[in-house]
């Protein structure tokens, strides 16, 4: 990997946080867009922020944003950025939520940056290589062991985003310990640092995964979709974390009410 392309991502981080954090806490409308999503300024300047960097240093490169969409769609190297992945814990005062960078080659997600900016937590990671943290309340990357999934702490962030597979994922969560609701892109910041074993959501489009699979890898674990593929962008929407790769095969089973 480019140290070049690694040193934007990370600038990239520092100008979107730069944006969000005077607005967090603030008094700020927010809008909804068309799939009743909400959608506020800090989200829209934060992605525009980030769109002029690239610009500026990586001209050729695709951009994909939730935000204002794709743009170069030809190159090989494709931007997905989320500058909010969590508006709703935003919007609320809650620092559940983060920014969301990764980068493609040739669709497959080759970096990946999680960015918590009100509460100074980054994880940054670049493929086959070890996840980076860097926070204000310490932490040690790497996913936990986890023999089973009677053992194992699962997360989602809401039942809504589960429609009509909630009883797939009612099916997992009778076999797992327990099952906490909320954290976006946050509750795989701590699945990579070993606080939560498995995440399983719907819904979620390329901005929300792009940059969460090579920190997850990165950390020991695995990111898949409900059938344990490969996340690409002709998947479906559903996705499938496990911190002890072992995992993986139970809950894909319990996924399927095998």
Request: charged share 20%; aromatic share 6%.
């Amino acid at each position: 990997m480019d140290p070049h392309l690694v040193d934007l991502a990370e600038a990239l981080a520092d100008a979107a946080g730069g944006v969000i954090r005077p607005y967090f806490r603030a008094a700020l409308a927010a809008e909804l867009k068309a799939d009743l999503s909400p959608v506020t300024r800090a989200d829209r300047e934060a992605e525009r922020v980030m769109r002029a960097l690239i610009a500026r240093h990586q001209p050729s490169h695709g951009i994909l944003g939730e935000e204002f969409g794709l743009e170069n769609a030809d190159s090989p190297w494709r931007w997905v950025l989320d500058p909010i992945d969590g508006t709703r814990a935003f919007i609320t005062g809650r620092p559940l939520f983060g920014t969301l960078i990764g980068l493609l080659h040739e669709g497959v997600p080759v970096l990946g940056v999680i960015d918590q900016p009100v509460t100074g937590e980054r994880w940054s990671a670049v493929r086959g290589v070890k996840t980076r943290f860097v926070g204000n309340f310490g932490g040690v990357v790497g996913t936990r062991a986890c023999g089973s999934l009677a053992e194992a702490e699962l997360s989602a962030t809401s039942p809504a985003m589960l429609g009509a597979a909630l009883p797939r994922f009612e099916r997992l969560a009778g076999l797992a310990r327990r099952t906490c609701w909320g954290g976006d892109c946050y509750a795989y910041g701590l699945l990579a640092l070993g606080q939560i074993d498995i995440i399983a959501e719907r819904d979620l489009k390329p901005w929300d995964w792009a940059a969460l699979v090579p920190v997850v890898e990165g950390a020991g674990g695995r990111l898949t979709d409900w059938d344990g593929r490969a996340l690409t962008l002709e998947s479906g929407g559903d996705a499938l974390a496990v911190g002890d790769p072992g995992l993986l095969g139970a809950a894909v089973e319990a996924l399927r009410g095998v």
